[in-house]
Nanobody, 113 residues
């Protein structure tokens, strides 16, 4: 399995970004797909996830602002980020979880105040 994130960049506070994660491998539909973010000096934190049954989870800090979705036909997972805040700045990682887990290399998101 390989994961490639894209869509990061620099945006002003209040703006939006859409992250994408391309999954290469088999049985994509069986994986829970997760988005983590990491800021310097901190551990990676779970931001959002979507299970194989389309059950979603959001960290309290992003509820109502972020939306996670998946396209099982395209082997893609997305994170729509709206009303961005400077504290959303970090490297965003895609993590695929089933029998084992796989990480992408991350994409940088910077939100300026």
């Amino acid at each position: 399995v390989q994961l490639v994130e894209s869509g990061g960049g620099l945006v002003q506070a209040g703006g939006s970004l859409r992250l994408s994660c391309a999954f290469s491998g088999s049985f994509f539909g069986r994986y829970t797909m997760n988005w983590y973010r990491q800021t310097p000096g901190n551990q990676r934190e779970l931001v959002a996830s979507i299970s194989s049954a389309w059950i979603t989870y959001y960290a309290d800090s992003v509820k109502g602002r972020f939306t996670v979705s998946r396209d099982n036909d395209k082997n893609m997972v997305y994170l729509q980020m709206d009303s961005l805040k400077p504290e959303d700045t970090g490297v965003y990682y895609c993590f695929a979880q089933w029998a084992t887990g796989y990480w992408g290399r991350g994409t940088q998101v910077t939100v300026s105040s």
